[in-house]
């Protein structure tokens, strides 16, 4: 009943797009590939702790649908670093968490870039990614991840991050 009234409403023009949301990104695909959504948008999906989600990645790219890449800190991390009491998708990070994190900080910190402006940028890297959605909870935070945004990262970084990423096989973001 829901999506046939988004349809409705799209069609009529009340509304341009619709789409889904979902915290684990197999709900996006599975949806995406039921109906006619212009966007999804998965949480912590791809982001440079996790990337399991390139079915999604790929069927974006070849409908078309916007890939929209919510918390690419993975709710805290990859914006702390590995702090005492660091955060992972909403949960005090395991300690295979803080043990990826601390080598993409040390790739980091060799690069001269902090972790949380390549956390920030990655997810546009990937062609169907059409906007990145950060939470922020004051105006600091705003300026800080639009500061974020706005520094240079070597491409010799990325390669190094891609590098060490793909050694890690699947780690599940849901």
Not at 3 to 27: H, K, N, P, T
Not at 63 to 83: C, D, E, K, Q, Y
Request: one cysteine or more.
């Amino acid at each position: 009943g829901a999506y046939e009234a988004l349809l409705s409403l799209r069609q009529s023009g009340i509304v341009r797009a619709i789409g889904v949301a979902a915290m684990d990104w197999r709900d996006c695909l599975e949806l995406s590939r039921l109906g006619d959504f212009d966007a999804v948008m998965p949480a912590g999906a791809y982001t440079l702790l996790h990337r399991e989600c390139g079915p999604l990645l790929d069927h974006c790219a070849a409908t078309g649908a916007a890939f929209i890449a919510a918390s690419p800190f993975n709710s805290g991390i990859l914006a702390t670093g590995t702090i005492v009491d660091a955060m992972h998708n909403f949960e005090p990070a395991s300690p295979d968490v803080v043990r990826r994190v601390k080598h993409l900080e040390r790739l980091c910190s060799a690069a001269g870039v902090p972790l949380s402006a390549a956390a920030i940028q990655f997810p546009k890297r990937h062609r169907a990614v059409s906007s990145v959605v950060v939470g922020c909870r004051s105006a600091q935070e705003v300026e800080r991840n639009s500061a974020l945004l706005a520094l240079p990262v070597p491409d010799a970084l990325w390669g190094e991050l891609e590098e060490v990423a793909s050694g890690w096989g699947t780690m599940s973001a849901a």
